[in-house]
């Protein structure tokens, strides 16, 4: 499957945006996907997961801001991000995951990241 990221750019503090990661070449209903973001200088982290039984896995430093959710119709998972502040500035990125699971430290843990990154979608917060 293939995935492309979309949806990014500029808000300001507060700021909602709505990101998209659209597959094509296989349907997404027994896959699970996860949403990823690398900040200038920094290691890429997990932000959020879809998995295929409908689980929902977050970050702590994003929930209760952002939601994930999917169309298995429209085949794509949508990252809602609402309550922007300035450090959720990065590159975003989707790509398949075989597994996530609780993390009690950082909200969720995976398993089998696929390195099919892709080229992401800019977020950039800032006034």
């Known amino acids: 499957v293939q995935l492309q990221a979309s949806g990014g750019g500029l808000v300001q503090p507060g700021g909602s945006l709505r990101l998209s990661c659209s597959a094509s070449g296989s349907t997404l209903d027994h896959v699970t996907i996860g949403w990823f973001r690398q900040a200038e200088g920094k290691e890429r982290e997990g932000v959020s997961c879809s998995a295929w039984d409908g689980g929902k896995y977050y970050a702590k430093s994003v929930k209760g801001r952002f939601t994930i959710s999917r169309d298995n119709t429209k085949n794509t998972v949508y990252l809602q991000m609402n309550s922007l502040i300035p450090e959720d500035t990065a590159a975003y990125y989707c790509?398949?995951?075989?597994?996530?699971?609780?993390?009690?430290?950082?909200?969720?843990?995976?398993?089998?990241?696929?390195?099919?990154w892709g080229q992401g979608t800019q977020v950039t917060v800032s006034s």
């Open positions: 790509t398949t995951i075989r597994l996530c699971v609780v993390d009690y430290q950082t909200g969720f843990a995976t398993v089998g990241v696929s390195d099919n």
